[in-house]
């Protein structure tokens, strides 16, 4: 997928222009957010379980190599093969090749946040392939031509009006009328999408965990169209990113725990689906060949670095459920695949700091993604590190910068500080001392774009302390 | 009371510094009737944070060691202020992790650092102040008291106690209120658009003052209400509990 994190303000300016985009994200916080929470509490042992995760998780990324092996020797010898890609480009073109392979016209496609990393939609239908999404959600930015906005709830940013719209521009071809109850409208798109299953030729799903102990892939959904999906065409290609693979069956129950209370608040998604290996003999169904294309994109080289911690992501959305920057903006203004406080740590990982800076930038620090994240993921501290290698290497405007610089030389020289800081307290005192405020005021453009700017009292603490000590003094006290 | 007074040194905050300085006198107002001696280190400006979370580390590396000098000797640091508190208690030792000479002292100096509320309560033991307030106060917790140095009963135990006041939850008292230091004016946008969110929300029970332990965030939401029209006083606790709020509230003119 073509990033436009670079325009990071322009994206914010456009999305925060639009009213139903509003509507749209303001109910995560009366919604998900609460429900995950209920959850939370009516498991006593969720956070000792987030704990085991994350000792799992970290245990499992220092022997990376190791399960990946077993994992890949498991899938083998079960009949199915495994492809190291390096890059979104190696791991496309071997899709491409499979799908060819298959002699593929249609592919059916369950949710996958690597196939939108990789571009994989774009890609086969510029190969005369045509991709079908079956998650209703995907399904539905698919009709809009849009990318996701949410990792899990990929069409968070639309409301049901917007839907109702879309799918009476799109749904003609059927001669369906409008709709706009919800149901009706998931009846509509299920009518669609049925037929589509058993005429693709192959299909392609995520995996939410690969099993080195069994060679499964897993995935969890709530609408059984990953199951479809999977099971009737010939071919099942999973994709997924190395850091998904876990060690054993008892290790992933234990993170699928934590995963759909963190996500949705449900206490279990309503499917969770294991795949291992082609059909066997005496197998009703399922698939004929069986491919895992297995994606780095930088991974590897993150797991010697300072974001390591950031592979324990399970990608259960809480840290952008919960996140009152992406509840205002959405997840679009992040210009690329990974949206939220998740995505402004993997983001510029992934394709570079020096197209993402302004995400890491862009948090208040208000710390809630780190309180929610199951997986104990410090993101505040990494998006700070990001900060910190943006700043050296001077991505940031020079403006911004030099006034840090000026302000930082201020602020280690006491005296001249002090003085000058006080001046400024006399003269806007002076001035906003009626109103109480400032609407207008130079160089005070970003603030006051929304709010005034409360007057100062007119004096700073320090001169006035510093007369009471001495009066204090002079009394003889 | 025991015999030697508590020796408090007080980090005024740099915004109290210059926009509130009342807010400073009443911190030590408060402080002195729990029984402790306070003083003002003259050699303090501001905790680093604005350079800390620009990705400044020298610079905030060296007014790290500045405050850590500063405050040098004392029982305790109070600040009115959890932001600034937080920054002293869980980020200098880190920030300072590997200087010989300060990282000891860094950690150190967490150990004594406190927010005011959390102090007076937690460790002075107050339980209630007498200043009465006639009407409904609603609390804004600021994310780095909830989150950073779990300031949250105390400023509302002391609150209580107060003759005449009554206490309003608002709703999604954990959201953040969009100020974040100098994130409020490079993503001023998004900012705004957050401010504008927890103004509607700490409307909701129609209070008579809303107020909080941090002046960053009350400046914010003060401005966005005197923004939009609404007239609700909104002030930093301190003031409240020392009954000093005859002066204009945070915004509002003469």
């Known amino acids: ?477 | 009371m025991s015999e030697v007074p508590v020796r408090v040194a007080l980090f005024v905050t740099c915004l109290v510094d210059l926009f509130r300085p009342s807010v400073g006198f009443a911190a030590v107002q408060l402080l002195e009737q729990a029984g402790c001696r306070v003083d003002v280190p003259a050699t303090q400006t501001c905790c680093g944070q604005p350079a800390y979370n620009a990705g400044d580390k020298a610079d905030a590396q060296q007014i790290a060691r500045q405050v850590i000098d500063a405050f040098d000797g004392y029982d305790y640091v109070v600040a009115p202020s959890g932001s600034c508190a937080g920054m002293i208690r869980n980020h200098y030792a880190s920030l300072l992790k590997g200087d010989a000479n300060y990282h000891e002292r860094a950690m150190a100096l967490a150990n004594q650092t406190w927010e005011l509320t959390a102090f007076l309560v937690d460790i002075m033991g107050v339980e209630s102040v007498a200043a009465p307030f006639d009407g409904v106060v609603t609390y804004h917790d600021s994310c780095s008291s909830l989150r950073e140095v779990g300031t949250r009963n105390q400023p509302r135990l002391l609150l209580n106690s107060m003759p005449g006041l009554r206490l309003e939850e608002a709703p999604s008292g954990e959201v953040c209120c969009g100020f974040g230091g100098t994130f409020s004016v490079k993503y001023s946008a998004i900012s705004i658009e957050m401010v504008d969110r927890k103004a509607t929300a700490l409307t909701t029970t129609d209070p008579d003052a809303i107020v909080g332990a941090d002046l960053g965030c009350l400046l914010n939401i003060a401005g966005r209400l005197k923004r939009t029209g609404k007239t609700i006083a909104v002030r930093h606790v301190a003031e409240l509990l020392t009954g000093d709020v005859d002066a204009p509230a945070i915004g509002e003119g003469a």
């Open chain 1, 1 to 477: 997928m073509e990033s436009t994190a670079h325009t990071f303000k322009e994206n914010v300016d456009d999305a925060l222009q639009k009213k139903n985009l509003k509507t749209a994200m303001r109910r995560l916080e009366t919604t998900i957010g609460p429900a995950r929470l209920a959850a939370r509490d009516r498991l006593p042992e969720f956070d000792a379980l987030c704990d085991l995760a994350r000792e799992i998780k970290d245990h499992t990324l220092a022997n990376l190599d190791v399960y990946l092996e077993n994992y890949e020797a498991k899938v083998r010898a079960q009949g199915g093969h495994v492809h190291w890609c390096a890059t979104p480009e190696e791991a496309r073109q071997k899709i491409l090749d499979l799908c060819r392979a298959a002699d593929a016209k249609t592919v059916t496609k369950g949710k996958s946040m690597i196939a939108e990393e990789i571009g994989l939609n774009d890609f086969l239908e510029a190969n005369d392939i045509e991709p079908i999404e079956t998650d209703l959600g995907e399904y539905i930015i698919q009709l809009a031509g849009e990318p996701p906005s949410h990792i899990i709830a990929p069409a968070v940013h639309m409301t049901k009006e917007d839907i109702a719209d879309l799918f009476f521009e799109k749904h003609q071809i059927y001669d369906m009328p409008r709709r706009e109850e919800p149901r009706e409208l998931v009846d509509d798109a299920r009518k669609i999408l049925r037929p589509k299953y058993g005429a693709a030729d192959v299909g392609i799903t995520g995996a939410n965990f690969l099993i080195a102990e069994t060679g499964s892939s897993i995935i969890v959904t709530n609408e059984g169209n990953g199951d479809l999906t999977q099971s009737l065409p010939k071919t099942h290609i999973v994709v997924a990113s190395l850091e998904k693979v876990v060690p054993t069956l008892a290790d992933v129950t234990t993170i699928l725990r934590v995963l759909a209370r963190s996500a949705t608040g449900q206490e279990f998604s309503t499917y969770t689906t294991f795949s291992t290996g082609p059909r066997r003999d005496g197998d009703l169904d399922g698939p004929e060949n069986y491919h895992v294309v297995l994606l780095d994109n930088g991974r590897s080289a993150m797991l010697g670095g300072e974001f390591r911690d950031m592979l324990r992501c399970i990608r259960c959305g809480a840290c952008m459920n919960n996140c009152p920057v992406y509840g205002s903006i959405g997840g679009h203004a992040y210009g690329w695949v990974y949206v939220g406080p998740m995505g402004a740590v993997l983001t510029p990982s992934l394709i570079g700091l020096e197209d993402a800076h302004d995400l890491p930038n862009a948090s208040s620090f208000c710390g809630r993604c780190e309180e929610v994240c199951p997986m104990r993921i410090p993101l505040p501290k990494l998006m700070r590190l990001l900060r910190e290698q943006a700043f050296t290497e001077k991505l940031a405007p020079a403006r911004e910068r030099w006034a840090m610089r000026v302000w930082a030389a201020l602020a280690t020289r006491p005296r001249l500080y002090r003085a000058l800081s006080e001046a400024v307290a006399r003269v806007l005192g002076n001035s906003g001392w009626r109103r109480g405020a400032f609407r207008y005021l130079p160089f005070a453009g970003g603030w006051l774009a929304g709010r005034d700017l409360p007057a100062p009292e007119g004096r700073t603490f320090h001169s006035l302390w510093r007369e009471r000590t001495r009066l204090e003094a002079r009394a003889g006290r």
